[in-house]
């Protein structure tokens, strides 16, 4: 008994490597202290009231930020292991399987656990006060959203100390993926991690289609809106085509390796080509997922310390639209060496370059914003301007990667690894942190310290450089990615040791953004006026942080930048106004959600296992949670004029 | 009732039909239809899939030496009458009538549970009898997949119809119940849809080619 016990505990839990048993033990002491600081402080009431049952759109979008900055801190830990490993020849930090386990958490974390969840958290925040709407169109979806992704990473997180992490790459291709080559639950945490989280990016998008097309403020025509959601309403529509796909692809891969389907094994018929051809298909249109929001907050920041209105708004718009549609027939350049016939890689090749023109179109209309603007050099606006140039460098670089006789040089090299950190770091990275400065006072009431911010900035800033332009160049002399370790005498060298400086160098600008975070909750300078930045949208024209309904009277728009306007012509400026107030209709709080999630995590740990005594209890705990929501009909409740005369007494709000 | 929750321009949604009597009606029903164009790509990716892994026998059964016609059309016939049947429950909705609306919802779940019997005996005779079972071959991995995925559809349709059932039986026909009638009725004739296509991609060219 005592044998099998130990046994099985030997198998389940993740043993033998110091580095593991360090890992559980700060899990452990960490989860103790979570628990002891919420009892000591009696916080479990407010903690399940204020926020696990929230459906207030602001919070959501908070809790999304805070978990995906606790995943930015993991998937940089797992850089700075590679970095580690790499940095001389014949290291033996990491072993083989433990480094390919570190750059698939990586590169999944990075993608599905940061760089979604970090746009979908300013999304939550800015779109709805953009457009003049008190909440999103639904928001239990968008809570349920929330927790959906939050379950998935959890699930997707546990499996380094649980069972073993999956070690496919982020891409998981098969037949290395499938169950002969790759045994055990690694894998299945991946597809079944991401799978959850993909259900709710999948409602996210959904959600933010309707909200910006039917609740957008009397008088905001699509073509006056900010550009942030247009570039959200875009990135929507991806989200709606491009998911499926990969739901279908993570179902078929789980049901290949759970019950002996043939989708992607050599054996039986199967088509390893076919999970590249679906998993891309999806894969690329995740790359402007990911992209054009930050397109959006970019513009939005420059135009507002350019103190200008954006250059070439309709042109903006159209580009992005000519992404997204060109963002689906791209897929297939990921694979150029894969053995398909000329015409094809032809006519991918062609459709990949095509998409430079609507990004170089874009670049050039920020360079004309700024042009002769009054330009005003916050931490927002220097994340932006760096990102003009680095980004182009990515972009450009990209170019050289379409060319398909090329890219069979370039392709798997470090040329590609430099290529596409330059666009998701340059691009994303540099977008959610412009965005985090940028909107910070409007969540939490309260500014990031300045000269923090710039420090953080410069610091991240150059050692970005530094650890990705001689990779570029590593990458030609023929250094290939995913390799653990490599001889010396090939020249790799210096360059190596060069790059895990950078890798430091961004991890400290990464803990300084961390330090800012926590020294401007105590100190940080107080926004009292709603409107810190002197912006140019709707967002700031209420209070910071905004009420729970957002806008005591719905603002009307006749232009583009409407609040910009409206303080320019104080005759419509229409938050402070003597019309009475009206009571406010707003959805309860509601646990359904985060106990459906609960629900969907016990089911997606039950499958990884192939514990069907556990799986199914999990799947019908979802139907009943369905079910019991069906039948909720008391869901909404009025603030009365009272509390909203007190709450606007309370910002100076009430005229 | 939900009118200051949304702030677009107030409509004159009195001359409209119940399930867009307000505006969150609308909005939910709006939110449907991009649900299903999403639905569309999951299933335009299984049947593309499906096409693809088609030839990929592996030496086992091909679609010729399983597909019978009768069963087919039996099955076909069910679902195409339901959806009939779930199309005369939404005018009875449009006309207020309680009992005819529950009537045809009922007479539709029922069909749909005799389209989902059938299909279980034919993937039971498939997999049992014909030595023919998802793990056999890629095509039939393709095979079970997108028709499980379309009978799961239908499955948790049906549940869905008896919950939405308990709540008109409760509630009768309000903004709310008359929104869920509707949006249930655009699903069922979603998967209807669906099953055409397989009919077409799966079956006649299984049998045909």
Same mark, same amino acid.
């Given at each position: 008994m005592i044998e099998s016990i130990k046994s099985f505990m030997g198998w389940f839990f993740v043993t033998g490597d110091p580095m593991i048993y360090g890992a559980d033990a700060s899990i452990a002491l960490v989860s103790i202290g979570i628990v002891a600081v919420l009892t000591y402080f009696k916080k479990w009431k407010w903690l399940w009231d204020e926020?696990?049952?929230?459906?207030?759109h602001k919070k959501i979008g908070i809790m999304y930020i805070l978990a995906a900055l606790l995943m930015l801190f993991r998937g940089g830990i797992d850089a700075l292991m590679m970095r580690a490993q790499l940095t001389?020849? =014949?290291?033996? *930090?990491?072993?083989a399987e433990h480094y390919n386990q570190v750059f698939t958490t990586h590169g999944t974390i990075m993608i599905i656990f940061v760089a979604m969840p970090f746009i979908f958290g300013l999304m939550n925040i800015a779109v709805p006060l953009q457009i003049g709407a008190r909440d999103v169109a639904y928001p239990f979806l968008n809570a349920l959203s929330f927790w959906l992704f939050f379950m998935g990473a959890m699930l997707f997180n546990l499996s380094f100390v649980i069972g073993g992490s999956p070690d496919?790459?982020?891409?998981?291709?098969a037949p290395y993926a499938g169950a002969e080559m790759n045994p055990g639950v690694g894998q299945n945490y991946y597809l079944l991690g991401v799978q959850i989280s993909g259900i709710g990016s999948l409602a996210t998008g959904i959600n933010f289609l309707v909200t910006i097309l039917k609740m957008r403020a009397p008088g905001m025509t699509l073509f006056k809106m900010p550009m942030f959601t247009w570039s959200i309403l875009i990135t929507s529509v991806i989200v709606v085509f491009a998911f499926p796909a990969f739901t279908v692809a993570l179902a078929l891969m789980t049901i290949d390796r759970l019950?002996?389907?043939? *989708? *992607?094994?050599?054996?039986?018929?199967?088509?390893?080509m076919l999970w590249a051809n679906l998993f891309w298909f999806w894969g690329h249109p995740e790359v402007y997922i990911v992209l054009l929001p930050v397109f959006g907050i970019f513009s939005e920041v420059i135009a507002t310390f350019a103190h200008k209105t954006l250059f070439g708004y309709a042109v903006m718009v159209w580009s992005m639209v000519a992404i997204s549609l060109l963002s689906f027939i791209t897929w297939l350049h990921h694979f150029f060496t894969m053995g398909n016939t000329a015409p094809v890689n032809a006519f991918f090749s062609i459709s990949t370059m095509l998409i430079a023109i609507p990004t170089g179109v874009k670049i050039f209309n920020w360079l004309f914003t700024l042009n002769k603007g009054r330009i005003q050099f916050t931490t927002p606006m220097l994340w932006a301007l760096a990102f003009i140039p680095n980004f182009t460098i990515g972009g450009v670089t990209g170019v050289m990667l379409a060319m398909a006789p090329a890219d069979y040089q370039y392709h798997n090299s470090y040329f590609l690894v430099a290529h596409f950190h330059s666009t998701l770091i340059a691009g994303t990275v540099f977008g959610i942190f412009c965005g985090l400065h940028y909107w910070w006072p409007k969540m939490f009431g309260y500014m990031l310290d300045e000269t923090k911010g710039k420090w953080s900035f410069w610091i991240f800033m150059i050692s970005f450089n530094i650890c990705f332009m001689p990779m570029y160049f590593l990458g030609l002399m023929g250094m290939t990615r995913r390799m653990y370790t490599y001889p010396a005498g090939l020249g790799w060298t210096p360059i190596n040791v060069v790059m895990t400086i950078g890798a430091v160098g961004m991890g400290v600008g990464f803990a300084l953004i961390a330090y800012n975070i926590v020294w401007s909750a105590i100190h940080g300078n107080k926004d009292k006026t709603g409107d810190p930045w002197g912006g140019r949208t709707l967002e700031w024209a209420t209070a910071s942080p905004a009420?729970?309904? =957002?806008?005591?009277h719905i603002p009307e728009v006749s232009t583009r930048d409407a609040f910009a306007a409206m303080k320019e012509d104080k005759g419509v400026f229409t938050t402070k106004t003597a019309k009475p107030y009206e009571p406010i209709h707003m959805p309860n709080n509601t646990g359904i959600p985060v106990i459906m999630a609960t629900f969907m995590f016990i089911a997606g740990f039950g499958c990884v296992f192939e514990w069907y005594w556990m799986a199914v209890p999990g799947l019908i705990g979802i139907v009943i949670c369905m079910i019991a929501r069906s039948f909720v009909y008391d869901d909404h409740h009025y603030i009365s004029v009272n509390e909203i005369k007190r709450t606007e007494a309370g910002t100076g709000r009430l005229s | 009732m939900t009118h200051s929750l949304l702030s677009l321009n107030e409509k004159d949604r009195s001359k409209m039909p119940l399930e867009y009597s307000t505006e969150e009606g609308d909005l939910r029903i709006v939110g449907f239809w991009i649900f299903l164009a999403a639905e569309l790509v999951l299933f335009g990716t299984l049947f593309g899939t499906y096409l693809v892994l088609q030839s990929h026998t592996a030496g086992g059964p091909t679609a010729k030496d399983l597909f019978e016609i009768g069963p087919v059309m039996a099955e076909t016939i069910v679902l195409l009458v339901s959806s009939f049947t779930c199309g005369l429950s939404t005018i009875e909705l449009r006309r207020h009538n309680k009992k005819g609306l529950i009537g045809w919802l009922i007479v539709t779940i029922l069909l749909g549970l005799v389209f989902v019997g059938l299909e279980v005996n034919e993937f039971y005779t498939y997999a049992v009898h014909e030595g023919a079972p998802l793990s056999r071959s890629a095509f039939l991995s393709g095979f079970f997949v997108l028709l499980g995925t379309h009978g799961c559809h239908v499955s948790l349709g049906i549940v869905w119809i008896i919950g939405i059932l308990l709540q008109l039986a409760r509630r009768g026909i309000t903004p709310v119940t008359a929104r869920k009638a509707f949006m249930v009725g655009l699903y069922w004739h979603f998967l209807d849809v669906v099953w055409i296509f397989i009919f077409t991609a799966v079956y006649l060219t299984g049998l045909v080619i």
């Open positions: 926020w696990l049952t929230s459906v207030d001389l020849p =014949n290291m033996h *930090f990491l072993d496919a790459g982020w891409s998981s291709y019950f002996g389907a043939h *989708f *992607f094994t050599i054996a039986a018929g199967g088509s390893p009420a729970e309904y =957002n806008f005591a | -």
